[in-house]
């Protein structure tokens, strides 16, 4: 079985690992290069898109923020799972909102913005604070603003016009303005569907993000109402889109409810544990749903936190050294803030989980992984 | 890094997939056809054997009948783990012999038989039932007689004499004639031992033969005294070889006994187990070792039985809904008798296990898994 991914980035390569033993063979197109290649060894094919899409069993994706013209290729297929409905609401906050909305789960209240009269409108019909997110393209913390002050909306408009301005888009962009939700916690929940609707999910997974880019995912055993609701959550949200594949929401936590602040209709970095931590991982099971196979396990076999490496493609070797620790590298090049890789790490207890947490991050400069040793300490002291 | 492994089968694509993720990429040198390839795409390079060898970092091995042109060729790069003595070793039943006396492990009383008259000798010597094993290329049951009576020694010598007539071989073939052990049960240790010379091994693992070739597989909690004697010849073994990456002992228990029937300097299909079973896979294992980044736990996270897939290209995709069910197969064409895969399925205790295992049974076809309800059902009763 053949799987084509749009998208050549880690989560095809993932995808890729997790299926060779299922004899499902990915291939990925690369939509900035107009190519198609293998995600683990960058073998490149002689194929067009169209060809590629057709020679595919199944065609899939590992990022939303597919053109629209490729995105019609593949949905005219008749076999790109998820669809390409999914895909544009991962894609555009706007769609996202209104996909929210329709399957009835909480979210923060929003307007959308595409003028000045309307951010006027929006600040006068929401209060402050307000997070103000490009509607397309934004992601890991990209194209986000947050207005606190009534006199600093004027020089934020000014910041927001001229983002629009410069965003080179085929499609019109706009300013979802949302209020601030002061949360506890966030957490996501990644889980599948297959085509029948059958679900399975993970434990809800709790975050720390850095800068709006995901630093550490904890995976230890999730409150069993919090996890209801999520489930439910994501049960709605999967159902309205007829979903087949893995989906992440990922949430706000206000005391003991969640409000769901976006999707992902993919793989999902705060997954990435699922590798170490969970009976089948999430590359499998997305591929076991997109190709019709039986959904696996997602149960917690061991509590489990996974550590981003960001702009680094060295690590201590000594990690490995720690018991349960494992390295997961990209294969790409160095640059700034890039996602190079991910480390993850287990225990047979939350206690032991932390103790070895704290280790890994004793061999982790804090300049490099911000956050992680705090993170670990915090973990200790719940233990 | 690289690491260039001799042989370019299942073990190797298994080798290439738990390397990726330690950006250790694997290529393959298959022996038969002088090609070197990406073991899991089968993409071809336009490399000599010496070529590869010196582009690689590493150069290892996932079977122990490489020509010895082949292995010179590796051994001078001063980069082959295990070194050639090994490999070698594990290639001709005299030098594993001679390997095991001079470790002073315990192993089954032998003579080497090349003429009738030693023949005779042996038999005279040893006493019956003997088992005559061709010194090379002898595995999986091929070219291995058992010699009960007298009577029968005049044609079985007959059917030896022709098969080291008929024998390709470069080497000067021969017999060892073994005395034949009363087992109670086959057992295999799988361990990893790295150039400092640390060793970790992975629990006892339970192996059911049918017709010779490893049928299923059982890592369930080992007997400390039974773990400890195994660990003891294994660094025997390991040290002895100055051995460097994957190493399995396979063993005859009798009573609290164990004796060495034979090494295997590599990956071992008795460890596939560990793929879903322990903490650090033996595929990562070996390449940690070789690569000299520290050696990960061996640790038994889940009771895990292991099924191999001989000749089929197929198995019933239910048995994927089963929990902790994953299915391994090596993307080579269908041939009788030939591993085409395998199965793992683990349980949170050896009951759940047993239970699993007895359903996964039901859904495999005794005539193409002869044994697997058998050690299903004596496992449940066990449990």
Redesign the interface.
Known sequence: MQVLVMGAGQLA?MMA?AG????VQVLAYDVNTDTVL?P??Q?QFPLTLAQAVAQADVVSSEFEHIPYPVQDICQQSGKFFPNSTAIKAGGDRRQEKQLLDAAGVANAGYRIVTTEAEFLAAIAALGLPLVLKSALAGYDGKGQWRLKRTEDAAAIWADIASFMADADHTLPQAIVAEQFVRFDREVSLVGARNAKGDTVVYPLTENHHVDGVLAVSLAIPAQQQLQQQAKQMFDAVAARLDYVGVLALEFFQVGDQLLVNEIAPRVHNSGHWTQQGS??CQF?NHL?AVCG?????T?L??PTVMVNILGEDQVD??I??L??C????Y?KGKRAGRKM?HINI?GNSVAELAERFVALAQLLPAAQFPEVAEVAAKLQQQA
Chains 1, 2 share one sequence.
């Open positions: 390569r690992l060779a033993p299922l004899n293998h683990v060894t073998q009976d089948t499998e076991r196979l039986p959904l696996g396990s149960a076999v061991r070797p000594a490995l050294a018991p349960s494992h390295l997961h590298w294969g890789g287990c």
